[in-house]
């Protein structure tokens, strides 16, 4: 989205808001692993829970 802005540019601004919106959706996963990562130390135990985790979000908001 940052490096082909001219993409996601239309005349309603919905691509900017797609980018505040994504850029936000990652900055909160990158919060969310760290806290994880001081509960589950063992490093299987947070890998498997994070996919886990990404697998469920995905799942919500596929398109059907």
């Known amino acids: ?3 082909d802005f001219k993409a996601v ?3 309603f601004g919905y691509g900017l808001i ?3 919106v994504g850029i936000g959706v990652v900055l909160f ?3 969310f692993d760290f806290l994880l ?7 299987m135990t947070l890998n ?13 908001v596929w398109p059907k």
């Open 1 to 3: 989205m940052i490096f």
């Open 9 to 11: 540019n239309d005349p």
């Open 18 to 20: 797609a980018m505040a």
């Open 29 to 31: 996963g990158i919060f």
């Open 37 to 43: 990562s001081l509960i589950i130390k063992n490093r």
């Open 48 to 60: 498997i829970t994070e996919l886990i985790l990404v697998s469920l979000f995905l799942y919500a």
